[in-house]
C-alpha cells in the first residue's frame, strides 16, 4: 500500500521516518525528515555531530518551544535502528502496511512513538504554557558514547533542564499500556586476565600454567551471591560470557588465560563497587581486571510522574499499567540523572526481529495518551 499523505496523521509520520534507512548510527535523511515536522509546529531545531572514530561521529538532534513560563516536559528518544537482516517479506525500508500492521524497521523501536509524539504535539492547546523538548540521538543501538550524553551536555549549554522526561522505547508488552518502566539495572562488562610463562607440557615445572588460576577465579565468582533484590529490582546477576586462551598446540602451556563476565545490578550496588569486589577476587590468583560500565542503576520511585502516565493510559486504553524495571538498559539511565524519568511506548513483540510492525490503531491510541501526558504535566 502506498503512503499516506496527511502529513499530521501519525500514520503518515511513522512511514516518513520508516523510509529512511538509519541503520546505527542513524545520519542525514531520518534528521531532516524530523526536523521538517518539528519546524512548522514552532520549535527550534539544533542538529549537530559529536565525537570521534571508533565511537563516533553521531548525529543529534534537540529541538525546544516554549510558551510562557512553566514546566518543562522532555520526551527523548533515538532514530537510529539495527541492522534489518535477511528474510523480510518486504522491504524493510519501504514501509507497507498488511491489514492492520505497518511494517517496516523502526516500526516499534522507535520511530512510530516518535511520530506519535509529535502527533500529540499538533493536537496540545495554542495556550498550553512551559516548555516541551525533545532529546533524539542517532546512537543509542549502538556505543551511545556521543549520543544522548552529548545531548545533555548540549542542553546544559542553553540552560535546557527538564522538569520530567518520558523515553518512548517500547515497553509494552501483550497490550498497549500494560507495562511502564520507572527503573532500570545497571550494567558493566569486565575482562579478567591471568599471566602465566609458557612452556612444555611434560615439564610443567618449567612453566606457570594461568588456566587453573583463571578457574579458580572465575569459581569464586560464580559463588558471589550480589543481593536477594529489592522492592523494585530482581536479584542482581553475575554471568561469565566468555573465556579464551588461544592456545592452537596440545602440548604447550599457555602464557595467558582470560575471560569476560557481565553484571547486570540493581540500586543496591554501583559499577565501581563491583569492579572493586572482582578486582579484589582476581588479585588473589594473580589476575587483573579491565572493566566498562555501561550505565548505573535507577529508580524513579511511583509518584507524580508514573501517576501521570498510568492514568493517561488508562483513560485512552483502559488498561491497568504494571510499573516495572526489568529487561536491558536505555537512554534513560543517562537522563535520570537530570529528572524524574520514565520509559513508556508500544509493544515490544517485533523489535529487533525481521517483519517489525506495529498495529495502526496501537500508533492513535499511543498518539493520545502522549497528548494527556504532556498536557496534564504542563497543566
Given at each position: 500500500m502506498s503512503m499516506t499523505s496527511t502529513n499530521d496523521d501519525v500514520l503518515a509520520l511513522t512511514q516518513r521516518l520508516l523510509a529512511c534507512p538509519s541503520v546505527t548510527p542513524a545520519t542525514g535523511a531520518v534528521f531532516d525528515a524530523l526536523a521538517a515536522m518539528l519546524t512548522p509546529l514552532g520549535f527550534t531545531v539544533d542538529r549537530f555531530m559529536s565525537g570521534e572514530a571508533p565511537d563516533g561521529p553521531v548525529e543529534n538532534l534537540l529541538a525546544w518551544r516554549t510558551t510562557g513560563p512553566g514546566p518543562h516536559f522532555?520526551?527523548?528518544?533515538h532514530l537510529?535502528?539495527?541492522?534489518?537482516?535477511a528474510g523480510w517479506t518486504s522491504e524493510p525500508f519501504v514501509p507497507e502496511i498488511r491489514g492492520d500492521l505497518l511494517y517496516g524497521r523502526g516500526a516499534?523501536?522507535?520511530?512510530?512513538?516518535?511520530?506519535?509524539?509529535?502527533?500529540?504535539?499538533?493536537?496540545l492547546p495554542d495556550d498550553l504554557p512551559g516548555t516541551i523538548s525533545l532529546i533524539i540521538t542517532g546512537d543509542e543501538e549502538g556505543p551511545a558514547t556521543y549520543g544522548t550524553l552529548a545531548l545533555m551536555d548540549r542542553m546544559a549549554a542553553r540552560?535546557?533542564?527538564p522538569n520530567l522526561c518520558l523515553v518512548g522505547e517500547p515497553t509494552s508488552s501483550a497490550r498497549l499500556g500494560d507495562v511502564v518502566k520507572i527503573g532500570r539495572r545497571g550494567s558493566v562488562n569486565m575482562w579478567i586476565s591471568v599471566?602465566?610463562?609458557?612452556?612444555?607440557?611434560?615439564?610443567?615445572?618449567?612453566?606457570?600454567?594461568?588456566i587453573p588460576r583463571l578457574v579458580r577465579i572465575l569459581t569464586a565468582i560464580e559463588a558471589e551471591v550480589l543481593d536477594e533484590?529489592?522492592?523494585w529490582f530482581q536479584p542482581s546477576n553475575i554471568e561469565i560470557t566468555d573465556l579464551e586462551v588461544g592456545n592452537p598446540a596440545h602440548n604447550v602451556i599457555p602464557a595467558g588465560a582470560t575471560a569476560r563476565i557481565s553484571i547486570r545490578f540493581n540500586d543496591r550496588h554501583s559499577g565501581a563497587s563491583l569492579i572493586e569486589r572482582v578486582r579484589t577476587i582476581a588479585a588473589a590468583e594473580g589476575g587483573t581486571v579491565d572493566a566498562k560500565i555501561s550505565g548505573e542503576?535507577?529508580?524513579?520511585?511511583p509518584g507524580a510522574l508514573s501517576d501521570l502516565v498510568r492514568g493517561a493510559i488508562r483513560d485512552v486504553t483502559g488498561v491497568e499499567t504494571e510499573l516495572s524495571t526489568t529487561g536491558g538498559t536505555s537512554d534513560a539511565r543517562f537522563l535520570s540523572r537530570l529528572c524524574p524519568v520514565v520509559e513508556f511506548g508500544l509493544c515490544n513483540a517485533t523489535m529487533h526481529k525481521l517483519d517489525e510492525a506495529v498495529a495502526v490503531a496501537d500508533l492513535r491510541a499511543l498518539t493520545e495518551i502522549y497528548a494527556r501526558i504532556v498536557e496534564r504535566a504542563l497543566r
Open positions: 522532555a520526551f527523548a528518544g537510529d535502528v539495527v541492522p534489518p537482516g516499534v523501536d522507535m520511530k512510530g512513538a516518535i511520530a506519535a509524539f509529535v502527533a500529540a504535539l499538533a493536537t540552560e535546557l533542564r599471566a602465566g610463562v609458557q612452556g612444555h607440557v611434560a615439564y610443567p615445572h618449567l612453566a606457570d600454567n594461568p533484590g529489592t522492592d542503576a535507577f529508580l524513579t520511585e
